[in-house]
């Protein structure tokens, strides 16, 4: 380790959901502060890393951005193993969250019986007039779930941060 890259702890966070709901534009907002309206698809999985300071730790976060199960099904899972999940929705797109609560619920099953650290993420709420699933909805499923919520918009940088920090700390105060 160098200077630079000292840290207390590393965690292990992986953003699972479906297609074009923003999963790679919160990981250039969050790391880079930088947004774009194109959509650029990820192949394959790409990670970025962000060091953090809560309550006097440093934590270095590895952030992974997994593409769609459809194509990479098979090598999916070991993205997982020992992974905190944030799980991301569009507020606009009613597949997005039906693809949650069943694929990704159901593929978390299969790889791990932990019960690891996950937060629900609404993204996109800067299209109010677009909206399809209510703020609501969003919150119910996440206390089905017993996890955080929150509603995000990547374009406006709302809410990002305190998304990470929340799960971060949850972790932290679980390990
Ligand atoms: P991914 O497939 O989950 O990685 O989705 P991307 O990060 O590539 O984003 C898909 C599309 O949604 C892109 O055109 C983004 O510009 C757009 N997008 C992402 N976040 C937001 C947001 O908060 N608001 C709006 N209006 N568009 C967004
Ligand atoms: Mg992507």
Request: contains cysteine; glycine residues 6%.
């Amino acid at each position: 380790q160098n200077k630079k890259e000292k840290y207390d702890f590393m965690f292990k966070i992986v953003l699972v959901g479906f297609f074009e709901v923003g999963k790679t534009q919160i990981l250039s907002r969050f790391c880079d502060n930088q947004f774009t309206d194109e959509y650029e698809q990820t192949i394959g999985a790409a990670f970025k890393t962000k060091t953090i300071e809560i309550e006097g730790k440093i934590i270095k976060l590895q952030l992974w951005d997994i593409s769609g199960p459809e194509r990479f099904r098979t090598i999916t899972p070991m993205y997982f193993r020992g992974a905190k999940r944030f799980l991301v929705y569009d507020i606009t797109n009613q597949d997005s969250l039906r693809n949650i609560n069943g694929y990704w619920m159901e593929k978390i099953k299969e790889v791990t019986n932990e019960n690891l650290q996950m937060i629900l993420i609404g993204n996109k709420n800067d299209l109010e007039e677009k909206r399809i699933i209510s703020k609501e909805k969003g919150k119910e499923f996440a206390d089905k779930l017993q996890i955080p919520f929150y509603e995000i918009s990547v374009k406006n940088n709302i809410n990002i941060d305190d998304a990470f920090y929340h799960l971060t700390t949850n972790i932290l105060e679980n390990i």
